[in-house]
């Protein structure tokens, strides 16, 4: 027979958060890990509140929406909010009943900018990769790097003469010479004018980097640079110096064929890192054949081959940073914050990679 349509919903609602989420719903795994990180956290979290004043909102609450931001592409921090009003998911995944108010978007922001400064999110990936059931997942020995564009939160409009003598809104720049030695974004000072390749066009953008372990392609560590020729390569040489520290053995690591230069290579085999990048010896329009840093004993080795295949997982990094969470255009200003939303996008890969992975 026909249901009867009530167009007013029942008052009340006997029907806890957690009997709402599906057994097997894939952040059930994903809220277990971030909630044992977090414990973790807890003495980072004391040391950046004072003991005095007005409770401001939980860190703990506040990451894990910062997390969901990332998992569900939401667009906004006010969006979000948007979203924990209604969405019982969301409340769940956060811890906050049902009846609890959602927090002013202001008042979000401003506290995900305190985290920011503490580099609370660098801390989240730390104690991640410290997990007991993380640790054994990672390669201590085997990377690959690689860089990406994000496209910033500034248009052409705002790249205007440093020294100030140009007074018009800037939307005609025909016939005019721009380069980021002369001009720069009035509305993103940190910001590049960067090109990708030739017969690409020019963006205002950031380089992210990412450096990845090869043997299940987890994230451990992740920088923002302004957009420049040599970004890539230094800021390799950055992480990998930091890794090898902290390991204490030496590596190898894979990178593509823009990595393919002479001091870069001596800079790595300095630091106990054999460089096993794609080769860039392809004849130039002059007809001359470009130098590579690696010969053909090194190339036709096991090793070589396998690092060669392996670096190609960390596009699956970026693909999902830029398709599903939120690294395509970054929505904040500033190198800082755009590097924290960085580090939220790595962690969040990684969150989805582990229960894949481990038993949790």
């Not at 990094?317 to 580090?343: I, L, P, S, Y």
Request: glycine residues 8%; aromatic residues 8%; proline residues 3%.
């Amino acid at each position: 027979m026909r249901g009867e349509f009530r167009d007013q919903a029942g008052l009340f609602s006997y029907v806890s958060l957690e009997e709402r989420v599906p057994d097997g719903h894939p952040l059930r795994k994903v809220r277990e890990l971030v909630r044992a990180v977090l414990v973790d956290l807890d003495a980072d979290f004391s040391a950046i509140y004072s003991d005095e004043g007005r409770p401001s909102i939980p860190p703990e609450q506040l990451l894990s929406a910062l997390l969901l931001q990332v998992f569900y592409g939401v667009r906004s921090e006010r969006q979000l909010m948007e979203q924990l009003d209604y969405n019982l998911l969301f409340r769940w995944f956060v811890g906050l009943s049902p009846d609890a108010a959602v927090w002013v978007a202001t008042t979000f922001t401003k506290n995900r900018e305190r985290l920011q400064k503490a580099d609370v999110f660098a801390k989240f990936m730390t104690a991640l990769l410290r997990h007991p059931k993380v640790t054994p997942l990672l390669s201590d020995e085997h990377f690959s790097v690689d860089g990406t564009l994000i496209e910033a939160w500034a248009s052409f409009k705002s790249f205007k003469p440093k020294d100030g003598s140009d007074d018009t809104d800037g939307s005609d720049f025909h016939n005019q010479k721009r380069g980021n030695d002369t001009h720069a974004s009035t509305t993103d000072s940190d910001s590049r004018l960067y090109r990708k390749a030739q017969g690409r066009e020019a963006k205002l953008c950031y380089m992210g980097h990412a450096l990845m372990e090869n043997r299940n392609g987890l994230v451990v560590g992740g920088v923002v640079t302004q957009a420049t020729g040599t970004a890539e390569r230094e800021a390799s040489e950055a992480m990998l110096a930091a890794r090898v520290k902290h390991t204490g053995k030496p590596a190898t690591v894979g990178e593509d064929k823009a990595y393919d230069v002479e001091a870069h290579g001596n800079a790595l085999r300095e630091l106990g890192v054999e460089p096993h990048v794609a080769r860039n010896n392809a004849t130039t329009k002059t007809g001359k054949a470009r130098k590579t840093i690696i010969d053909d004993t090194t190339a036709q080795s096991t090793g070589y081959g396998m690092s060669q295949t392996r670096r190609k997982l960390i596009e699956c990094v970026f693909g999902w940073g830029k398709q599903h969470g939120t690294m395509r255009k970054t929505k904040h200003r500033g190198r800082e914050a755009v590097a924290a939303d960085f580090m939220l996008n790595l962690i969040g890969y990684n969150l989805v990679r582990i229960p894949k992975l481990a038993t949790l």
